[in-house]
C-alpha cells in the first residue's frame, strides 16, 4: 500500500503532543543498467522509483533531535553536538545527516520528527539513500534557506554512509534520489558529475522488478571488499598506463597486461566493471533508437558479470533470472548492491502477466515463499509535501 503524509502525520501527532511540522520525501531507486560503476568513476543509468520516505519535522528550539521511526517503532533522542551519536543504525542516518550539513555551515536546530518507509527494507532499492535525501532537503529547508544544490545533498548522504554507517558506497543512490525525475531515467557520469536524463517511454515494454526477499544489506558485506579490489587493479594498470585514474579508464587489454600482478579474484572483478562501463553507454545509445533486444541482452550480460565475475548473486536471484530466461523476459539481472533483493526486469507488455505468475509459482515451489513482484513507475527525486 501507497505510504500517504496522513500516516506519517497520525503518528507524529500522536507522539508529539499534538503538534505539526513540514512533510518531506525522497524516494527509493531502480537501475536499469551501470552496478558498481558508479565508484569506478564510471556511468550510471537510475532512476527514483514512487515508494520512498516520508518524514515530517518540527524545529524544538533545543540542541536535541527526538526521533521516531514509524516502522521500527523505535524513539532515540541525540543531541547535535554529540561527538559520537546514537547507535541504532536507523537513527545514525538522521545524525550522520545533521553533522554534515552543520559541517558545511548550515545552522541546524534541534527537531522532532517521525518518519516511515514504503521502499522495501534490504530489497537493493536504497531505501537508506531516501532515508538520508529526505532529511538532508528538510534540514536544507528548514534551516539552511535551500542555498546547498541537489548534487551537494547526495554528498552529504554519501558522506553519511561512510562516515557514520561505514559503507564505502557510491554516489548513485543518493544522486539519484535527490536529482531523480518523473518519467525520466538519468544517465550520470559519476566523475564529472555530468547528468543527462532520458525519458523513459518504452513502446511496449514494462519494467517488472522481483523482489527475492533474501535481505541484501551492505553493512557487514564484501561490498567494502570489491571496491578495495578494484581499486587496487587499478592502481597496479597505472603503473604501466599513468592515464588511468580508477578502472573507468581502464580497457581489457590493459587488464590482461596485469593479470600475473593481481589476484584471479580481482581479475574477474575488473573484467566485470569494464565490461559494464561500456555496456552502461551501449544500452543509452540502444535506447535512443528503440533497440530493447540489445538493452535487454545488455541486461542479462550484466547478471551474468555480477553473478560469475563480481560474484555478488545468490542462488534466488539466478534462479530468478534462469525463470526470467525461460518466460522470454527481453531483459533481466540482479539490481543494486547484490547479495539479496531484487532482480529487474524488462518485459513485452504481452508478456508480462504470465511472467509475473510463472514467477511467483516457480519461486514458491522451490524456495517455499513467495517473491514480490513491483510494477516500476519513474517517479520525482526528493521534495517537500507539506
Ligand atoms: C549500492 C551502493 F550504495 C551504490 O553506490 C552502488 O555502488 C550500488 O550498490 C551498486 O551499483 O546500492
Known amino acids: 500500500m501507497k505510504l500517504t503524509i496522513e500516516d506519517v502525520r497520525s503518528r507524529f501527532i500522536k507522539h508529539f503532543d499534538g503538534q505539526t511540522g513540514s512533510v518531506y520525501t525522497a524516494p527509493g531507486r531502480i537501475n536499469l543498467i551501470g552496478e558498481h560503476t558508479d565508484y569506478n568513476n564510471g556511468y550510471v543509468f537510475p532512476g527514483a522509483v514512487e515508494q520512498g520516505m516520508i518524514a515530517e519535522i518540527k524545529p524544538n528550539g533545543t540542541r536535541n533531535v527526538d526521533a521516531y521511526s514509524i516502522d521500527l517503532k523505535d524513539r532515540v533522542?541525540?543531541?547535535?553536538?554529540?561527538?559520537?551519536?546514537?547507535?541504532?543504525?536507523w537513527a545514525r542516518y538522521i545524525y550522520g545527516v545533521c553533522r554534515e550539513m552543520m559541517a558545511l555551515g548550515v545552522p541546524v536546530e534541534g527537531f522532532n520528527t517521525a518518519f516511515a518507509g514504503d521502499v522495501p527494507l534490504g530489497a537493493g532499492m536504497s531505501s537508506s539513500a531516501a532515508l538520508e535525501s529526505t532529511y538532508a532537503f528538510a534540514i536544507n529547508d528548514l534551516f539552511g534557506e535551500n542555498k546547498i544544490e541537489r548534487m551537494e545533498l547526495a554528498l552529504v548522504g554519501q558522506r553519511t554512509e561512510h562516515k557514520y554507517i561505514g559503507v564505502n558506497c557510491g554516489i548513485m543512490d543518493q544522486a539519484i534520489s535527490c536529482l531523480g525525475k518523473a518519467g525520466h531515467l538519468m544517465r550520470m557520469d559519476c566523475r564529472s558529475g555530468e547528468i543527462e536524463y532520458f525519458p523513459w517511454h518504452p513502446k511496449g515494454y514494462q519494467l517488472v522488478?522481483?523482489?527475492?526477499?533474501?535481505?541484501?544489506?551492505l553493512k557487514g558485506s564484501p561490498y567494502n571488499e570489491r571496491r578495495l579490489q578494484c581499486e587496487h587493479v587499478a592502481e597496479v594498470i597505472a603503473k604501466k598506463h599513468p592515464e588511468v585514474e580508477s578502472l573507468r579508464d581502464a580497457t581489457?587489454?590493459?587488464l590482461d597486461e596485469v593479470k600475473n600482478e593481481i589476484t584471479g579474484a580481482e581479475y574477474k572483478r575488473a573484467r566485470y566493471v569494464i565490461g559494464e562501463v561500456v555496456r552502461v553507454l551501449a544500452v543509452c545509445e540502444a535506447l535512443e533508437i528503440d533497440d530493447y533486444e540489445k538493452?535487454?541482452?545488455?541486461m542479462y550480460d550484466t547478471h551474468y558479470g555480477l553473478s560469475k565475475e563480481y560474484e555478488v548473486s545468490c542462488e534466488e536471484l539466478d534462479f530468478l533470472n534462469d525463470v526470467a530466461k525461460e518466460c522470454g523476459?527481453?531483459?533481466?539481472?540482479?539490481?543494486?548492491?547484490?547479495f539479496g533483493g531484487c532482480t529487474i526486469n524488462l518485459v513485452a507488455d504481452e508478456l508480462a502477466p504470465n511472467f509475473k505468475k510463472v514467477v511467483v509459482e516457480k519461486f514458491e515451489e522451490k524456495y517455499g515463499k513467495k517473491p514480490i513482484v513491483i510494477d516500476v513507475v519513474i517517479g520525482d527525486g526528493a521534495r517537500k509535501l507539506c
Open 77 to 89: 533522542q541525540f543531541s547535535l553536538d554529540d561527538e559520537k551519536g546514537p547507535n541504532a543504525t
Open 209 to 217: 522488478l522481483v523482489n527475492s526477499c533474501v535481505k541484501h544489506e
Open 252 to 254: 581489457m587489454e590493459m
Open 295 to 298: 538493452v535487454g541482452q545488455m
Open 329 to 338: 523476459v527481453t531483459g533481466s539481472r540482479i539490481m543494486g548492491g547484490g
